[in-house]
């Protein structure tokens, strides 16, 4: 079940959390799609310094985003059904990860406060 967790959180990572969470503009509280699928990312230094990759930097704050849903999961653990428990990391992860990991981390919003 573990496993399972970890590659939903990569998957939705991968596609749109990082996106979310770091995209270069969009609301104070979630960002855009704008790096949908980590596209862009590549070539681009990362968000936080000039001296990363904006590749490693994603996959840096991936690890962040599996051990949280890992975390707040592991009261349930072996006491629900795995569909609801997926279904509940999904939502958990794309709404509450991304928008809370922007608020605290994001450069680019926290020059606006």
């Not at 496993?3 to 939705?12: D, G, K, M, P, W």
């Not at 070539?43 to 936080?48: D, F, L, R």
């Not at 349930?76 to 509450?96: D, H, K, N, Q």
Request: aromatic share 14%; with cysteine; hydrophobic share 50%.
């Amino acid at each position: 079940m573990i496993n399972s967790r970890l590659q939903l959180v990569t998957i939705a990572w991968f596609f749109w959390g990082y996106s979310l969470t770091f995209a270069p503009n969009g609301s104070a509280f979630i960002g855009n799609l704008h790096n949908f699928g980590l596209m862009n990312v590549l070539g681009e230094p990362s968000v936080a310094t000039s001296k990363i990759p904006g590749l490693l930097f994603a996959f840096f704050q991936l690890q962040f985003a599996t051990v949280t849903a890992c975390i707040a999961v592991g009261g349930a653990a072996e006491r629900i059904r795995t569909g609801p428990l997926l279904l509940w990391i999904f939502c958990w992860t794309t709404i509450v990860c991304a928008s809370s990991s922007r608020s605290s981390a994001s450069p680019s919003i926290k020059s606006t406060y």
